[in-house]
């Protein structure tokens, strides 16, 4: 008797597969020094995209990733995406960069600002050619977009890289997180800037109006409830600010992360939110890298498109170093530290690629400018601990330098 395959099987079939293919890659293959399993798992997710395996078995993969079943698949990336880019707004140590505020904003503002410049200069390029701008970004969305997604710090993903270097805790370690926390800010601000609608400013006021007198009430609220009911009241903050930032047409990522920020850390137990963070990327962000890799595109062309690639990862890795090497020379560091500060700090992956994906919701730019931004993004991230491992050991941070063995787990 015949049977005919349901959109349950099929997407129990896709979720045993975004699982099971980057996990045996990255067991198997013991990537993990230079390929951690976040990037095999994004790397999977542009594999199994329309550009790849789409193109290689457009059968197969028409009949596995059907509307139905990237509608739910999208629906559950939306929630871990939503957490993550919460939990990053509330790991922000913002009174710390003010402790600090000369040696963290020069550093942070140079770190920023010259990749942000140099990615502007290939955009500009970018712009000179077809199929790069979405149908509703204009030039200067355009221009700052990509140049900013070249700027960006996975504040996330640095931390699970420190631990492995064994250098979080260190002076060094809160040092980089502190220019991190800054500029993710600073990265938070300017897309809400790019993603301004003016002809719905009224709707875009009245909501930050409603948030910023909300945060009132919401804030004494979580100080006078118990510790464990923090947690669910937490999950509804999330969804009501991201309802209102996409209502208001600022994406709900936007509201995802202003509403961690203005939560404190120490209203919820640091283990506790390290094994969320940890059980989040687990559990459904391999989902998102896959729903991500099914919007990949090289309709202009696959070398056109590594090419871009290419330039925007020299206008992000050399901009960053440059900006970082600045601003040592202007703080008088120890030779040796603004090279590990700034491969550090050109760590992108997951907060790139969020950033990549709401400009392409918003259409302003395309899925091949989105596919460049991708593979910029993970061969930056790629570059960062087989480059800092052995400076790290030449700048002499003796126990700090080493990669612990223990610390390669099963956890992305």
């Not at 020069?106 to 077809?130: E, H, Q």
């Not at 991201?242 to 202003?258: I, K, S, Y």
């Not at 008088?332 to 760590?347: D, F, M, N, P, V």
Request: with cysteine; aromatic share 10%; net charge neutral.
């Amino acid at each position: 008797m015949s049977h005919a395959v349901t959109t349950t099987e099929l997407f129990l079939i896709a979720m045993a597969v975004i699982f099971a293919v980057p996990y045996l890659v990255w067991r198997l293959a013991r990537t993990d020094y230079w390929a951690p399993l976040v990037v095999v798992q994004i790397i999977a997710g542009i594999l199994l995209g329309p550009g790849v395996l789409g193109r290689a078995m457009p059968e197969l993969h028409a009949a596995v990733f059907n509307p139905d079943v990237i509608t739910a698949l999208n629906g559950l990336a939306w929630w871990g995406v939503m957490l993550f880019v919460m939990i990053a707004g509330i790991e922000l140590d913002v009174r710390q960069a003010w402790a600090n505020r000369r040696e963290t904003g020069v550093t942070a503002g140079l770190a920023l600002g010259v990749p942000l410049a140099a990615g502007a200069l290939v955009a500009l390029g970018m712009l000179g050619l077809d199929g790069w701008i979405g149908p509703a970004g204009l030039p200067w969305q355009f221009v700052v977009g990509v140049g900013m997604a070249c700027a960006v710090t996975a504040l996330p993903i640095l931390i699970l890289f420190m631990e492995k270097l064994q250098i979080l805790r260190a002076p060094m370690g809160q040092r980089i997180l502190r220019y991190a926390s800054l500029d993710d800010i600073a990265i938070w601000g300017v897309l809400a800037l790019v993603l301004m609608d003016w002809e719905r400013i009224g709707r875009q006021g009245a909501f930050l109006l409603a948030f910023g007198l909300a945060c009132v009430a919401f804030r004494r609220l979580m100080r006078s409830i118990p510790a464990h009911d923090r947690w669910y009241v937490m999950l509804v903050w999330l969804a009501v600010c991201a309802f209102g930032a996409d209502w208001a047409g600022l994406h709900f990522m936007v509201g995802a992360f202003l509403a961690g920020v203005v939560m404190d850390a120490e209203w919820f137990e640091q283990e506790t939110m390290d094994l969320l963070r940890h059980h989040v990327l687990l559990v459904i962000m391999p989902v998102f890298f896959l729903s991500t890799g099914l919007r990949t595109s090289w309709d202009i062309g696959g070398s056109v498109v590594f090419l871009a690639a290419g330039a925007l990862l020299v206008a992000s890795v050399a901009g960053k170093l440059a900006g970082v090497h600045i601003a040592g020379r202007v703080l008088g560091w120890k030779s040796g530290e603004a090279s590990i500060i700034g491969w550090l700090l050109q760590t992108k992956a997951l907060i790139m690629i969020i950033f990549a994906n709401i400009l392409l919701d918003k259409r302003i730019i395309t899925s091949e400018t989105f596919t460049a931004l991708l593979l910029m993004a993970v061969a930056s991230t790629m570059l960062s601990i087989p480059v800092v491992a052995p400076k790290l050991r030449a700048l002499g941070a003796s126990t700090d330098a080493r990669i612990d063995p223990a610390a390669r787990t099963g956890l992305p």
